[in-house]
């Protein structure tokens, strides 16, 4: 049985607003994971949950994240979904000492010694993800983004691989965070004719515009996915759901898929049915929870919720989560991660069209990966078979 001590924990995501939906599945990994380490017995002690929903507004994230530590007590934040909001709250984390953990992917090139990144950073998607398709599809790209600093450095370095690796960029497009008018985009694919398109657009912008390229698709074969795919790397099964065959036959990288057959997944998912079962489970809802599961143990060992305490008791010690057994490295806070590549179909699951079975180790400032890729198109390889 739990003993009688508990460990506020805060929780912080933007449950509405633009980008309600990735953000409202970190809030319920989160969420889901406190629970279960309540009812676990390995655990003696609870996590009692504070949390604030920011709205989507950047200015929101700081102010709810210093009330969580000065008048909740709070030394561990799980939350942020953008990386505006994550550069809001690392200033507040600083100063008052405490961790944040960040269950999102995202552009790299920081690290805080009070933010642990539980996801991916870009050696650990973007870079594999070219690899896979360039050769494949050719090496002719759109680049389309939403108008802030993942989308920006995202398409930045995408840019500077492919120019690097004998790629040529066609045309490199923003829009505003929520925007759905994006029929410019669509008219510049039509022109340009793309080999593939790279997607960091966010929410409601990247349905927009997917939907809208689908249309484009039945008026013209020549951009059916099988031809000029989609490729994103934040763009997962809680999304396409509720897209249907706009998603069909894209491509996504990503640490986890739902339909990864492993002990841990299988695991996960039983424990799950029981926790969430009307949960649509992705990689931000997996992240989230493998946050709040690398807490408890770090709590477990040391004892303690000091920030330095737990963040020495990860360092180069693995935890059973559902991503695997994973550590966080000493020297960047970032963890090791695979990167599995995720056809989507029509019924909003990814079929695994390669799948990772070693963890990449985390380069957050691109300094041991080679920006020269082989990306040269492989005309030997078999056509892909079109989703319907």
């Not at 008048?71 to 953008?82: I, P």
């Not at 966010?202 to 099988?226: C, N, T, V, W």
């Amino acid at each position: 049985m739990t003993g009688n001590v508990t460990y506020p924990v805060g929780v912080l995501f933007s449950r509405s607003g633009s980008y309600a939906q990735p953000a409202g599945q970190g809030f319920g990994g989160a969420m889901a994971a406190i629970e279960h380490v309540n009812a676990s017995r390995r655990f003696p002690f609870r996590l009692e949950a504070h949390h604030f929903d920011p709205a989507g507004e950047a200015d929101r994230y700081a102010p709810f994240c210093r009330q969580l530590i000065r008048e909740h007590g709070v030394r561990h934040v799980v939350g942020c979904t953008t990386s505006w909001s994550r550069k809001e709250v690392i200033p507040v984390v600083e100063k008052l000492d405490a961790l944040l953990w960040y269950p999102c992917v995202y552009e790299g090139f920081e690290v805080s010694e009070n933010l642990i990144y539980v996801a991916a950073c870009a050696n650990q998607h973007l870079v594999p993800l070219l690899d896979y398709i360039a050769p494949r599809f050719g090496s002719r790209a759109m680049l389309v983004g939403s108008n802030y600093i993942w989308g920006w450095e995202t398409n930045r370095i995408a840019r500077d691989i492919l120019h690097r690796s004998g790629g040529e960029i066609l045309g490199e497009r923003f829009v505003s965070m929520g925007d759905t008018d994006i029929a410019h985009l669509i008219d510049e694919v039509r022109e340009k004719k793309p080999d593939f398109i790279l997607n960091n657009l966010i929410g409601p912008s990247s349905y927009a515009f997917l939907r809208a390229l689908q249309a484009l698709a039945e008026a013209d074969d020549r951009f059916h996915p099988d031809r000029c795919p989609v490729i994103s790397c934040n763009l997962y099964e809680g999304e396409i759901a509720g897209l249907g065959h706009a998603a069909a036959g894209h491509f996504t990288v990503s640490c986890y898929f739902r339909t990864i057959q492993s002990p841990e997944n299988d695991s996960f998912l039983k424990t799950l049915a029981a926790l969430d079962p009307g949960a649509v489970v992705d990689a931000f809802y997996v992240q989230a929870f493998s946050a709040v599961v690398m807490i408890a143990e770090a709590i477990a060992r040391s004892g303690s919720d000091d920030a330095d305490l737990v963040r020495a008791a990860l360092c180069g010690q693995a935890v059973d989560t559902p991503l695997g057994a994973i550590s966080v490295d000493r020297w960047t806070n970032h963890v090791e991660l695979p990167a599995h590549i995720g056809r989507a179909g029509a019924d909003g699951s990814f079929e695994i069209v390669k799948r990772s079975y070693e963890a990449i180790a985390p380069d957050p400032f691109l300094t041991s990966t080679p920006l020269v890729r082989p990306l040269g198109r492989d005309e030997g390889r078999p056509e892909l078979k079109v989703v319907k």
